[in-house]
């Protein structure tokens, strides 16, 4: 099927937007501003989170919520959001414990290819749905976890071979320059190539009109169910890759090993300043908000001795004033 896409110019000058660069600046600094504060108050009522043992213990957390907050980040760009996250961390971290069965490196490889083709076939199976059958991403991405839920419990209770990997477990948290494992080496490097095929590729530049518009998106002649289901692969396969990295933190399997995640990679994104509806935003400021989560969580609030109640009370409140701040200061515009 065919149809004509008809061109459109712009008539007279384009409208002036001011207040856009000040917003943008806010919504890129203020999220490493507030990590700057948490962390200064944790080294002031814990000195040793200044030392590289503390130190590690935060950042092969960061490398891990960072990893499948990559994934999350780039459906949010498009509007949507995984909610399947959680439960594919929690099947990969079984499935790969089960084929490694042992304490040897023999079956590492296999674990490793396995788990990020399980991600990305789930990843796949959730970007169709919401293209071909018209599902609303929270509700297929919803269904979707509840069935792999569903799956795992019955592969658990019928497997019940376990094992992990010393290599594994040295890439995920062994340091070996200071405070800093192998794993988080790569999730740097992985980093840095996000941003930049956001930021300065084409496919990058219709991942962001996809997320202002998919009507207009599809009109300049992009294919919006090929770019969502790319996005939905991602986030399946860097779910995969986290599961793969928690068998390594753990030292074995565990049913419920994924379930923060689902939480935390969506406040990530928001916290870095991404627009939970889509077309702005970026992982070099989620990056900053993976960080706050896990000084909060792994940090300031176990230190400091916060009941669950109150580091409940406390998580949200963060949450919702930088949501406040990025509504009513970072994407405040005129147009004149």
């Not at 004509?4 to 937007?17: D, Q, S």
């Not at 130190?55 to 949010?76: E, P």
């Not at 509700?139 to 992990?164: D, Q």
């Not at 701040?325 to 147009?335: A, I, L, T």
Request: proline share 4%.
């Amino acid at each position: 099927m065919s149809a004509a896409v008809a061109e459109v110019r712009p008539v007279g000058p384009a409208p002036h937007v001011s207040g856009r660069a000040g917003g943008q600046v806010v919504t890129m600094l203020l999220p490493w501003l507030v990590l700057v504060v948490l962390y200064a108050t944790l080294v002031i009522r814990t000195p040793n989170f200044l030392k590289a043992g503390p130190l590690s213990v935060l950042l092969y957390s960061i490398t891990i919520l960072g990893v499948v907050a990559m994934g999350q980040l780039c459906v949010i760009l498009i509007g949507g959001i995984d909610l399947s996250v959680s439960s594919v961390m929690t099947l990969t971290n079984v499935v790969s414990s089960y084929i490694i069965a042992g304490t040897t490196n023999q079956h590492l490889f296999a674990a490793v290819v396995v788990c990020l083709l399980v991600g990305a076939v789930i990843g796949c199976a959730n970007g169709l749905i919401i293209t071909r059958l018209g599902m609303p991403d929270m509700i297929a991405t919803l269904a979707m976890m509840t069935i792999i839920y569903g799956v795992m419990t019955l592969f658990h209770a019928s497997h019940l071979r376990t094992g992990n990997s010393p290599a594994l477990v040295d890439f995920a948290t062994k340091p070996f320059l200071g405070p800093i494992m192998p794993a988080a080496v790569v999730w740097l490097v992985l980093s840095a190539v996000l941003i930049v095929v956001l930021q300065k590729t084409t496919f990058g530049r219709q991942v962001f009109a996809v997320g202002l518009s998919r009507g207009a998106a599809h009109a300049a002649g992009i294919s919006v169910m090929r770019t969502t289901v790319i996005l939905y692969v991602v986030s399946g396969v860097c779910a995969g890759a986290a599961g793969i990295l928690l068998t390594g933190q753990l030292g074995g399997m565990q049913l419920s090993s994924g379930n923060p995640y689902q939480l935390w990679s969506i406040a990530a994104v928001v916290l870095g300043g991404t627009s939970i509806f889509g077309g702005r935003g970026g992982y070099g400021s989620t990056m900053a908000g993976v960080a706050i989560i896990v000084v909060l969580q792994n940090g300031l609030l176990n230190v400091l001795h916060i009941p669950t109640s109150a580091q409940n009370i406390l998580y949200g409140l963060v949450i919702l004033v930088m949501l406040v701040v990025f509504r009513f200061g970072g994407n405040r515009q005129e147009v004149t």
